[in-house]
């Protein structure tokens, strides 16, 4: 039972080093419940994406931003002929206290996926996630 619970700690996100299984189980059953909901999230992002292929109308942006514990990821799919500035993007993460790990653009006929992975710079400060959302919300892409 031990050595199970420990492969179950070694899977999750990062985390205090000391929990109780309960936590534990608690814990890993959020994060299964958050997957899923982002797998889904991801399958409608692919469905736009495929439908998009065939029309040449203009995409209006969506941004979904998701947020495990200290990590948090934004995701942007818009037309090709969209204006932001990824800079503009970074900033507000790295505002609210985020350090961007990595960034991925995908650019598929006429719409552009830009999926952006932060975590939190000071594991005790954390990231302000509610204060990011609505800054990435308000941000003007057009």
Do not use: W
């Amino acid at each position: 039972m031990k050595v199970l619970c420990s492969n179950l700690f070694a899977l999750l996100p990062p985390h205090p080093t000391k929990m109780s299984i309960h936590e534990l189980v608690e814990r890993a059953t959020i994060y299964v419940n958050q997957l899923q909901q982002r797998t889904e999230e991801l399958k409608q992002m692919k469905a736009q994406l495929e439908e998009g292929q065939s029309t040449a109308t203009r995409i209006s942006p969506v941004i979904n931003i998701t947020d495990l514990d200290s990590t948090i990821q934004v995701n942007l799919v818009a037309g090709t002929d969209m204006n932001f500035a990824l800079c503009d993007i970074i900033s507000i993460l790295e505002e609210e206290g985020a350090q961007v790990l990595s960034a991925t653009y995908h650019n598929v006929r006429n719409k552009v996926v830009l999926s952006l992975h932060s975590q939190a710079a000071y594991s005790r400060i954390g990231i302000q996630n509610s204060r990011v959302r609505d800054r990435l919300k308000r941000l003007q892409i057009s």
